[in-house]
């Protein structure tokens, strides 16, 4: 899944990906069940985001990094 569009702007479920983990730590698994999206989905865009510097992980889990927020609106 590629958290980015051709114009750059987030995808819609990086999104809700993100949006899900915007006040807490949740694991890859929390939120597949959360959005709804397939688990391997979420495991890849979360590893995008991170080395993107958008999510922050603590103990496999993982949580919205402030710098995303630029990218939700």
Known sequence: MACFTDSGHLSESAK???QSIEK???SAQEI???TGLPLFK???SLRE???MEL???ED???KMASKALE???
Do not use: T
């Open 42 to 44: 979420i495991r890849s």
């Open 24 to 26: 807490d730590f949740l």
């Open 55 to 57: 999510v922050i992980k």
């Open 71 to 73: 990218y939700l609106h």
């Open 60 to 62: 496999n889990r993982y």
């Open 49 to 51: 985001l991170e080395d």
């Open 16 to 18: 809700k990906l993100l």
């Open 32 to 34: 597949s069940q959360k």
